[in-house]
């Protein structure tokens, strides 16, 4: 038992909880700086309450406005978007993956030479730091409004994700198993297919599905920019004060989120 | 083991013919459909620009050059404005993901007929609207600005959360539980003493994470007016002035970075 107390009789012996923080010295130093920290950001936060105050019958009357879904009205429109969503979302990312499998083989440091491994740790790192919004900005600026640029972004997107969680898979790859490969003489394409591929299958077959169903729903968003894909439904929708086909829109991507969320946790469960 | 007759020789395989074919014919029904997707994208794609699209990138390149560095000074306050929005944000997400996260849980929840259900609803809604789609609504409730910023990023976060602190609290170790159960504790005590303590180290790993992933989001929530540096980031880009935006995107690259470093080093403290 971590109690400070027990050692010093004479005082009331009661056991406390160990604190996540060892060092009490440096707890109380984090707690003050959150408290400082907090008081600042909420002094910039600026809240204009006569205005959330306005808004809330607004937002009442706008809420309201969302009932009953419209399904039927815009359905071809919708069911358009919704193709142009699910094949943007399955070509990006099968070849976001492709694409990701030498980046990411590059970016393990127990299987890359250094300049290799700090190329390909750069490229990952500027993929992940732009958010697929600003990605997808510049896309259809350059490949004009349409799915392609969707398809651009979303690739891009995958491969920062899937090629930095690839490479730190592989880095915790049981080494004993590769050694054994090796020391059967094995080429080194032999060498990743029977040592380090069986390792880090079953975890990738999982999250190629997860990010099958990020790029489903970032590709929901993409519209807004012009990218393709049932965003631009949605963002119509907005734009036309249609807020009932808006509402069936969301329903319809929160329910087929659901539908993947579920049929991946079986897949990943049969995987694994 | 697998193994193959090569001229009455056993030779060794590593998957019997029945789970080769099978991933074979796997691999080739993901080839169709993606050959199938791939057609139906190139015949809405406009190829004419596509091939023109490396002419247009250096084209943008070299206007976006030299960066113009004395615009950082306007940068200043709004790159503390997203810093804020993506901590308060986070900060408001596990308020409420704590609560949702014990509902959904198996082991927690008050009722596995009722309040689960409506909690896994809770998470998946928010994990499926985007904090984009979020602050398009919430600014026409609450107005332009940070504070629409702060909810978007608030109620984007709270699926995430909680999806990932009800994994951990449905993976504790119920032995623990049962000691604490065992000396008389009520059950807000077996609670604090028993479950918490176990759930502490995920649930700071997770508040770290999702701050990370909350700064990327908050710098394009300035795009439908909630806030923060994509404000400057569309109305730059929408006067054609490249070489600000060329300044906003190394800020928002070291931003990015920074953060990433920092929750990474907190992260290795507390796991």
């Known amino acids: ?272 | 083991m697998p193994i193959a007759q090569d001229n009455g020789q056993k030779v060794w395989k590593r998957r019997d013919r029945r789970t080769q074919l099978s991933m074979w014919a796997g691999y080739f029904v993901t080839t169709l459909i993606f050959v199938w997707c791939w057609q139906l994208m190139s015949e809405e794609t406009f190829w004419d620009f596509v091939w023109d699209a490396p002419r247009q990138a250096a084209d943008m390149a070299s206007r976006m050059v030299p960066p113009k560095w004395d615009y950082i000074n306007v940068l200043w306050r709004t790159i503390w404005d997203t810093i804020n929005i993506a901590t308060l944000g986070t900060i408001m997400a596990l308020f409420l993901a704590v609560p949702t996260a014990f509902c959904a849980a198996r082991n927690t929840t008050p009722s596995a007929a009722f309040v689960r259900p409506i909690a896994l609803f809770v998470i998946v809604s928010s994990r499926s609207i985007n904090s984009l789609i979020w602050a398009l609504i919430l600014v026409a409730i609450v107005g332009p600005g940070m504070f629409a910023g702060v909810i978007a990023i608030g109620l984007r976060s709270i699926g995430f959360c909680a999806k990932l602190l009800y994994e951990a609290i449905e993976e504790i170790d119920e032995s623990q539980v049962e000691a604490i159960t065992a000396t008389g504790a009520s059950k807000a005590q077996v609670l604090v003493y028993g479950i918490i303590p176990q759930i502490l180290p995920a649930f700071a790993g997770i508040s770290v994470f999702r701050w990370d992933i909350n700064i990327r989001e908050s710098t394009i929530l300035g795009l439908v007016g909630a806030g923060g540096i994509g404000i400057y980031l569309s109305s730059s880009i929408a006067t054609l002035a490249w070489t600000q935006v060329s300044v906003i995107l190394l800020v928002i690259i070291a931003t990015v970075v920074l953060s990433e470093w920092v929750s990474a080093k907190v992260r290795h403290a507390i796991i």
């Open chain 1, 1 to 272: 038992m971590t109690s400070t107390s027990e050692a010093t009789p004479g005082k009331s012996r009661r056991w406390h909880r160990p604190p996540l923080i060892k060092r009490p010295l440096l707890r109380w130093c984090l707690w003050l700086g959150a408290g400082i920290y907090l008081a600042i950001a909420f002094g910039t936060l600026e809240v204009n309450w006569g205005r959330v105050l306005e808004g809330i019958p607004r937002g009442q009357k706008f809420i309201s406005g969302f009932f009953p879904p419209d399904f039927v009205t815009n359905i071809d429109e919708i069911i358009n978007g919704l193709n142009e969503s699910l094949w943007m979302t399955i070509t990006s990312t099968v070849v976001g993956i492709a694409l990701s499998i030498p980046i990411g083989l590059g970016a393990a440091r127990n299987l890359a030479p250094a300049p290799v491994y700090y190329f390909c740790r750069s490229v990952l790192a500027i993929s992940r730091s732009f958010q697929e919004v600003i990605v997808a900005i510049f896309m259809v600026k350059l490949f004009g409004f349409g799915p392609f640029a969707g398809f651009i972004t979303l690739v891009i997107a995958t491969i920062g994700f899937y090629g930095k969680l690839l490479a730190e898979d592989i880095e915790d790859m049981d080494p004993v198993q590769a050694e054994a490969v090796k020391a059967t003489g094995s080429s080194w394409l032999q060498w990743i297919n029977y040592a380090v591929q069986p390792q880090v299958m079953p975890r990738m077959i999982g999250l190629g599905l997860y990010r099958l169903d990020i790029n489903f729903r970032e590709s929901a968003v993409l519209g807004i920019v012009g990218a393709g894909g049932i965003g631009v439904v949605l963002n119509n929708a907005f734009d036309q004060y249609d807020y009932q086909t808006a509402a069936s829109v969301l329903l319809i991507i929160i329910g087929i989120v659901m539908l993947v969320e579920y049929s991946s946790g079986y897949i990943r469960k049969k995987v694994q």
